[in-house]
């Protein structure tokens, strides 16, 4: 059933062996009568790394005899015989029943083949381990393969490594099979060495991996030591021993413990909103920047990371001062200062700082040590005051302290404010219960950031919220408002009744003290070295004070370097990747603690930090408010990929949490409050701005997308209005660029106001590559938001243009999202090439009104397609470009609306390029030149172009100029429900447009031309747009001059069918397979609408010849009865030398009302 054992030394050996390339048919392995099952074992890596040498290439691989896939099925040695003829081979699986019946090597199986996997060969695939080199052999050939629990197939089994990203610091990055691996066919060459395609890392694959290798000694902290005591530290700051008594005294035990609870609930709410974003995936580096970031995008986080390590910066400053200004007391006391009070405190501060600074950059490990001293020394503090309310000290009860008694905790329950309020009080102790993130900020220091930030924040919010509760209570009921020092401050027996405060229980009145101007020196209101004095050792208080300040300037000297790090590393703001380098294995930011230590020895040195601080507060709450708004806006916008492992959230807790934030920002300071979201509104703005290359998949990006899918649901639920319609163009342009006049003119009207697909038809007789298809899509959809063209690019392949144009006309848009109009650019080189190409452009047009489309059609006589024209497409940024995209945007297949005019001198070369029968082969590739012609171009890239180009050129970028003073004159003949007249109204709308005055000219009767004018001014006035001039033509219906007529005649002489001239079933033969022919009956029959085309183009060069755009009705050409020759000459004449002219017909049905 199983191999022979190995020994570990044989194992080494064996696979040293086969790793050869050269190993062929000798290769160890399984005989016939052993099991095939073999486990490939990426996951065990670790395991083989220890009894092998890393940089061995086997490292992850152990032969198949170590290690057999328990009750693994032998193989029937009669399928080893059978082995397809050529790259692949059919691999069966034996049935169990027969497992130990002999089988002859030729008998040929009958159900094995039908139920084996295709295996592919060395030659065919590449390695699902995306950079470790597998060899897989098998018993007869030199067949490599991966296996899969047992079974020959290159499919993988699910596997963490494919889910990592590049640089993934936990493991090695695996690249599973592509579909195309799967399930193309096998067309591929067998590659050299047996090298699997795509098994080389890349440069950016192999730095990561050697990154991730040398990490291998970084220091990583748990949830105690890297979250736990970092947040308790910062959270009992120098408020609790120093401002903590006052509070009491001011506000009282019941509403003190209520300031405390509301501090609590915020930082509790925002503790759950850090816990579910650090649960939902993994948490690197950077703490509230990186969880905002990738949680709103880079806006906000780019915004509130800046603000962010500057107030962490700033806070260092903060706590040093603090520090050194008690240290400053105690040297008064004792009459050693060196200077003066302020100068001292620079001085201490700046020597303090520097020695932080040593303890930060020594190293992560150091910067731990020296914590969880600091958390000793003030816990020992804690509990040494704790200890002292218990011990009542005679001495100490002139000073107010008298234990713990029922009437001293009555007095003070309630509150006594002099010169505060509940909000100013509340403001003063609300930053001692910021440092709630102090964890969170390490984040790439922490083993497990998914587990550590929930349990060491939320945990750390309990125990010191508990603490502070424990100490307003306590202080609030052993300790009276006023003391004055005073030993002889007793009441005698016969004043007792008189005496009503607490204190006089205990034979003392300080009634004396509170009426004096100066007031007592004593109690809780007045001296803040309470709590130094109730405690059972007084210098343990001090120690507790300094443990206080210096561990909270050594979290912020730590925090604001890491998050600043993080923000350069993702380069939202470019001139600050100077501080993105990290040193040695932690990858400390040793830059970043530099301009940390700038910053904060720049405010030790003002030690004037009151109108500071307040602002330094805002900056934390606006990050707080941020990180609740994070997970409201995650939860709202119910992306699939918002799944915290952390369930205990609620997004409209976390939204009551963000309001919450922003009311304490107010009541804190009103002035910071406005002063923080100014500047984070300012570089909100800034980033938003330079919008930096990246996406984190933000849920801002999930809720426009949730908002999108549910107002487009919404609006199809809805019928279309008249006063709602809008253009809605399908326009024909093949690659975005290839057509600029076409794009520019038409995203002039719907810009900001309909919908806009870019159609592309892509034909061919070979077989699509629909892969080439979705890159071009995406490729060429950032080239129109890169040139804000508001459009999008839908491209289809398809055996001719007519059958892709029904795709489009069918298929393109979403909802009442959809097309309701096809623009395409004229034909120029109709009377070129292949004339079933003019029917198929016709039956474009025919089917656009099938499907109840308008039509639109632009003509410049320059022509529209300039893909042609070397040098064009420089348009697209050079990192779209790929090698041959020039090809690429060349290969247009102009069909549909080629522009190559044959009046131009090069008519026979522009014939050719534009022929699409000559094109039709090659434009469907995307990857192969299809014109000769171009590689002379691209040779002599510095020859000019020649006038007609140069013409082109020039007249494809008229329509992203402003247009100056000049008119749209707008030729409405026939009413087609509006369109005609709506396209120049939104035209004129537009800013490059407004200088331009609209021009209605009309047909009419000589007799009636006054009365038909009053009745289209009315009609105008009614609908509400403004025009310049109506002229009504009533010489319509005059003959055109001869010359033309004749003219006429000539240049359709070439496609009459002149059936009179033959035998009717030749003509009928002749008519069937060239519908396009004219017959002499249809000419006679529309000779009438024929005169009227020559007619109105004399008008049109009478009346327009110096308009900016002309808007005309486009002529209706029956099915069946006019050919496509006959509509063609129309539209010829009728817009041949004119200005740029757009011929407009709608789906008939009303797109304008003048009813409210």
């Given at each position: 059933m199983s191999a022979p054992s190995v020994t570990p030394p044989a194992a080494a050996a064996?696979?040293?062996?086969?790793?050869?390339?050269?190993?062929?048919?000798?290769?160890?392995?399984?005989?016939?009568?052993?099991?095939?099952?073999?486990v490939?074992?990426?996951?065990?890596?670790?395991?083989?790394?220890?009894?092998?040498?890393?940089?061995?290439?086997?490292?992850?691989?152990?032969?198949?005899?170590?290690?057999?896939?328990?009750?693994?099925?032998?193989?029937?040695?009669?399928?080893?015989?059978?082995?397809?003829?050529g790259r692949f081979r059919v691999v069966n699986f034996a049935d169990p029943s027969e497992a130990g019946s002999p089988v002859s090597p030729d008998t040929a199986p009958a159900e094995g083949v039908r139920n084996g996997d295709t295996v592919m060969s060395e030659s065919s695939l590449h390695s699902s381990t995306g950079g470790q080199h597998h060899y897989h052999y098998d018993t007869h050939t030199n067949t490599y393969y991966l296996r899969t629990f047992g079974h020959n197939t290159i499919d993988a089994v699910p596997n963490i490594d494919f889910y990592r990203q590049t640089a993934a610091p936990l493991g090695e990055k695996l690249i599973r099979p592509t579909l195309s691996e799967l399930h193309d066919e096998l067309d591929k060459e067998p590659f050299e060495d047996g090298f699997a395609n795509g098994d080389e890392l890349t440069p950016a694959e192999e730095a990561a991996t050697k990154e991730a290798l040398e990490s291998k000694g970084v220091v990583k902290f748990g949830w105690i030591k890297g979250v736990l005591v970092r947040c308790m530290l910062n959270i009992w700051g120098v408020m609790l021993f120093i401002r903590m008594s006052w509070i009491v005294g001011e506000a009282g035990i019941a509403l003190s413990c209520l300031i405390v609870a509301m501090a609590t609930v915020v930082t509790t709410i925002t503790g759950l909103s850090t816990s579910a974003i650090a649960t939902n995936g993994f948490v690197r580096g950077g703490g509230a920047y990186y969880l905002i970031s990738r949680s709103l995008g880079p806006e906000f986080g780019g915004s509130i990371g800046l603000i962010f390590a500057f107030a962490n910066a700033v806070a260092v400053a903060m706590y040093v001062v603090g520090f050194a200004e008690t240290v400053v007391e105690l040297l008064a006391g004792f009459d050693a200062l060196m200077t003066d009070e302020l100068n001292d405190i620079r001085i201490i501060g700046t020597i303090t700082v520097i020695l932080l600074l040593g303890i930060s950059v020594a190293g992560m490990e150091w910067e731990a040590k020296a914590q969880i001293f600091l958390l000793f020394v003030l816990i020992t503090a804690i509990f040494n005051y704790f200890i002292g309310t218990f011990i009542p000290v005679k001495s100490k009860e002139s000073v107010g302290f008298f234990g713990y008694d029922g009437s001293i905790m009555w007095e003070n329950m309630g509150p006594n404010f002099r010169g505060e309020t509940f909000f100013s009080v509340f403001a003063i102790f609300f930053p001692a219960a910021t440092g709630i993130l102090a964890g969170a900020n390490i984040s790439g220091d922490l083993a497990d950031p998914q587990l550590a930030i929930p349990k060491g924040t939320l945990l750390a919010i309990l125990i010191t919220g508990i603490v502070y509760l424990g100490v307003a209570v306590s202080t609030g009921s052993c300790i009276v408002r006023d003391a004055s020092g005073n030993m002889n401050d007793t009441v005698s027996s016969q004043f007792m009744a008189n005496c009503t405060d607490a204190s006089c229980k205990f034979g003392f009145d300080f009634s004396a003290c509170k009426s004096d101007k100066d007031g007592c020196r004593y109690g809780l209101q007045n001296d803040f070295q309470v709590m130094s004095m109730v405690s059972g050792f007084g210098p343990i208080i001090t120690a507790g004070i300094f443990s206080a300040t210096l561990s909270s300037a050594l979290a912020s000297l730590v925090s604001a370097p890491k998050v600043f790090q993080a923000l350069c590393?993702?380069?939202?703001?470019?001139?600050?990747?100077?501080?993105?380098?990290?040193?040695?294995?932690?990858?400390?930011?040793?830059?970043?603690?530099?301009?940390?230590?700038?910053?904060?020895?720049?405010?030790?040195?003002?030690?004037?930090?009151?109108?500071?601080?307040?602002?330094?507060?805002?900056?934390?709450?606006?990050?707080?408010?941020?990180?609740?708004?994070?997970?409201f806006h995650a939860s709202l916008a119910n992306s699939p990929g918002w799944r915290p492992s952390f369930k205990y959230y609620n997004m409209w807790v976390s939204l009551a949490g963000a309001v919450l934030c922003c009311v304490v920002m107010f009541v804190i300071n009103w002035w910071a409050a406005l002063f923080t979201n100014v500047i984070v509104l300012g570089l909100y703005i800034y980033v938003s701005y330079k919008k930096p290359d990246v996406n984190w998949g933000s849920s801002t990006q999930a809720l426009t997308y949730h908002q999108a899918l549910t107002h487009t649901l919404h609006l199809s639920g809805v019928e279309d209005h008249i006063k709602n319609f809008r253009p809605q163009c399908l326009v024909m342009t093949g690659y975005p660029n290839s057509r600029p006049a076409l794009l520019d003119l038409v995203h002039s009207f719907t810009k900001n106001v309909g919908l806009m697909i870019c159609g592309h038809v892509r034909t061919g007789y070979r077989r699509p590559n629909f892969k080439d298809l979705a890159t071009e899509q995406s490729r060429y959809q950032r080239w129109l938001l890169k040139n804000e063209t508001k459009a999008f690019y839908t491209p289809v392949f398809a055996e001719d243009m007519r059958q892709g144009s029904q795709f489009l006309?069918?298929?393109?848009?979403?909802?009442?999202?959809?097309?309701?109009?096809?623009?395409?650019?004229?034909?120029?080189?109709?009377?070129?090439?292949?004339?079933?190409?003019?029917?198929?452009?016709?039956?474009?047009?025919?089917?656009?009104f099938d499907f109840q489309y308008g039509a639109v059609i632009l003509r410049l006589k320059e022509g529209l397609d300039v893909s042609h024209i070397h040098g064009q497409d420089d348009?697209?940024?050079?990192?779209?470009?790929?090698?041959?995209?020039?090809?690429?945007?060349?290969?247009?297949?102009?069909?549909?609306?080629?522009?190559?005019?044959?009046?131009?001198?090069?008519?026979?070369?522009?014939?050719?390029?534009?022929?699409?029968?000559?094109?039709?082969?090659?434009?469907?590739?995307?990857?192969?030149?299809?014109?000769?012609?171009?590689?002379?171009?691209?040779?002599?890239?510095?020859?000019?172009?020649?006038?007609?180009?140069?013409?082109?050129?020039?007249?494809?970028?008229?329509?992203?100029?402003?247009?100056?003073?000049?008119?749209?004159?707008?030729?409405?003949?026939?009413d087609d429900g509006g369109l005609t007249l709506l396209i120049p109204y939104l035209l004129t709308n537009k800013k490059r447009w407004k200088d331009c005055k609209i021009r209605v000219f009309i047909g009419g009767k000589i007799n009636r031309i006054d009365h038909d004018r009053r009745a289209m001014a009315t009609l105008l006035s009614k609908f509400r747009i403004d025009f310049s001039d109506i002229t009504v033509l009533g010489d319509i219906n005059t003959k055109p001059k001869k010359e033309h007529v004749a003219a006429f005649e000539e240049l359709i002489e070439p496609y009459r069918l002149k059936e009179d001239d033959m035998e009717q079933e030749a003509a009928e033969h002749l008519k069937n397979s060239e519908p396009w022919r004219i017959t002499d009956n249809e000419l006679e029959l529309y000779r009438a609408k024929t005169n009227r085309q020559i007619r109105l183009n004399e008008l049109l060069k009478e009346h327009s010849s110096t308009a900016n755009l002309i808007v005309i009705s486009l002529p209706l050409a029956r099915k069946g009865a006019v050919s496509s020759a006959l509509y063609m000459a129309w539209l010829e004449v009728l817009s041949k030398e004119l200005p740029p002219i757009l011929l407009v017909r709608g789906n008939h049905q009303s797109v304008l009302t003048f009813y409210s």
């Open positions: 064996a696979e040293g062996e086969l790793l050869r390339p050269d190993a062929g048919d000798n290769m160890p392995g399984p005989t016939h009568s052993q099991s095939r099952f073999q490939d074992l990426v996951a065990e890596a670790a395991a083989a790394v220890e009894d092998k040498s890393p940089s061995s290439e086997a490292s992850t691989t152990v032969p198949s005899s170590e290690m057999e896939t328990p009750g693994a099925v032998p193989e029937d040695p009669g399928t080893s015989g059978e082995e397809a003829k590393k993702d380069n939202i703001y470019p001139s600050l990747t100077l501080f993105a380098k990290g040193y040695g294995k932690n990858n400390e930011p040793l830059r970043g603690y530099i301009l940390t230590f700038v910053i904060a020895l720049a405010f030790i040195l003002i030690a004037e930090l009151n109108i500071i601080a307040p602002i330094i507060s805002n900056f934390f709450l606006a990050s707080y408010a941020l990180i609740n708004f994070s997970v006309l069918q298929a393109a848009g979403l909802g009442r999202l959809r097309p309701n109009t096809l623009v395409m650019g004229f034909k120029n080189d109709w009377r070129d090439g292949d004339m079933m190409n003019v029917e198929m452009y016709m039956s474009i047009i025919h089917d656009a348009l697209l940024s050079s990192q779209e470009k790929s090698s041959g995209m020039k090809d690429v945007i060349v290969s247009i297949d102009t069909s549909k609306d080629s522009d190559g005019d044959s009046s131009k001198p090069s008519s026979k070369a522009t014939s050719l390029q534009n022929s699409p029968a000559t094109q039709k082969d090659d434009d469907d590739d995307g990857k192969t030149p299809t014109q000769p012609l171009l590689k002379k171009d691209k040779k002599n890239m510095t020859v000019p172009l020649n006038v007609c180009d140069q013409r082109l050129l020039e007249a494809s970028q008229q329509f992203q100029k402003k247009q100056g003073k000049g008119t749209v004159d707008v030729w409405w003949l026939f």
